[in-house]
């Protein structure tokens, strides 16, 4: 387990040299990092997920709801009722 963390760390660290030694210099340069097709790419990826966001916070709102609803209501139950509730069951 820690040669895998090891090994793991490892090869983060080299990323990181990687990111250092090609896109820091560059960017100083004023070149940019992405060309304009992947510009182009990361703002269409960054569309469809705000638009899948606001797709699913919309469908899943009433679901979400009803759900705080229903735990509010079996939170504030009052416990005597639970007892009595258990009697029956028995």
């Known amino acids: 387990m820690l040669a895998l963390i090891i090994g793991m760390l490892l090869c983060v660290g080299l990323a990181l040299a990687v990111v250092a030694v090609v896109a820091v210099p560059a960017r100083r340069e004023g070149r940019d990092l992405l ?5 182009e ?7 469809k997920t705000e638009a899948t966001l606001e797709s699913t916070i919309e469908k899943t709102g009433d679901v979400i709801s009803a759900t705080k609803d229903k735990v509010a ?9 639970d007892a009595g509730q258990q009697r029956k069951a028995s």
């Open 35 to 39: 060309s304009p097709q992947g510009e």
């Open 73 to 81: 209501e079996t939170v504030q139950r009052d416990p005597a009722e």
């Open 41 to 47: 790419i990361v703002a269409a990826v960054k569309e």
